[in-house]
């Protein structure tokens, strides 16, 4: 159950993370989703990535130390889920946060394979901890990697606007005008209040 309440979240995150510029449904749920993996994650990581380790045996065999590495990895792909969302809304330290939860997940994924390997548990590892960490390692580099140009150029069609924004965000990020965040963030979300009003009325004709 837990399994699918995390997999029904991460689908929504990132199926109403392409449509958020043209809908504000579709950018409340992604806001909702992406926010909740992150809380989860960061609250119960260590159920979710080792949800049979809570029997008495297995802590007989896991010392602080390495329950700790499983929560350090939930921490790492919490940290990762946030970074996204300051990514997307071009936020500051949004690639501090990508790097610290991407650093933080390979330490913790790594320990945690001998760890397991150590104590003859390598199913739960494959079957809970890799399959979330390795989605989590995957959107992060992925997020990581990719320019805020790209972002721009991905959202919004057309071609003499997308210029224009992005000569916008190039000038507020070098400072050499007076040019604020907020004329940057104003010009953007008119053009994606627009889109979303020029969808809306597409669908309803």
């Not at 990762?80 to 809304?89: N, S, T």
């Not at 394979?113 to 079957?127: D, G, S």
């Amino acid at each position: 159950m837990i399994q699918l309440i995390f997999v029904l979240l991460g689908i929504t995150t990132f199926v109403t993370g392409y449509f958020s510029p043209v809908s504000d449904i579709a950018e409340n749920l992604f806001n909702i989703s992406a926010i909740s993996l992150s809380l989860l994650y960061a609250l119960f990581g260590f159920i979710v990535l080792q949800t049979k380790n809570f029997k008495t045996q297995t802590f007989e065999t896991l010392n602080f130390c390495k329950v700790f590495s499983i929560a350090l990895a939930g921490w790492g792909i919490s940290i990762i889920y946030l970074g996204v969302i300051f990514k997307i809304y071009f936020l500051p330290y949004d690639m501090i946060l990508l790097k610290t939860g991407l650093i933080l997940l390979i330490i913790s994924v790594l320990h945690l394979f001998f760890v397991f390997k150590a104590n003859q548990k390598l199913k739960i590892f494959f079957k809970y901890t890799l399959p979330h960490s390795a989605v989590a390692f995957l959107v992060g580099i992925w997020f990581y990697s990719i320019t805020p140009h790209q972002i721009l150029s991905f959202y919004i069609k057309d071609k003499h606007q997308k210029q224009q924004i992005i000569k916008l965000y190039d000038r507020w990020q070098q400072k050499k005008t007076p040019l604020t965040k907020d004329d940057f963030f104003l010009t953007y979300y008119i053009y994606l209040s627009k889109q979303r009003s020029h969808a809306s009325n597409k669908n309803n004709n």
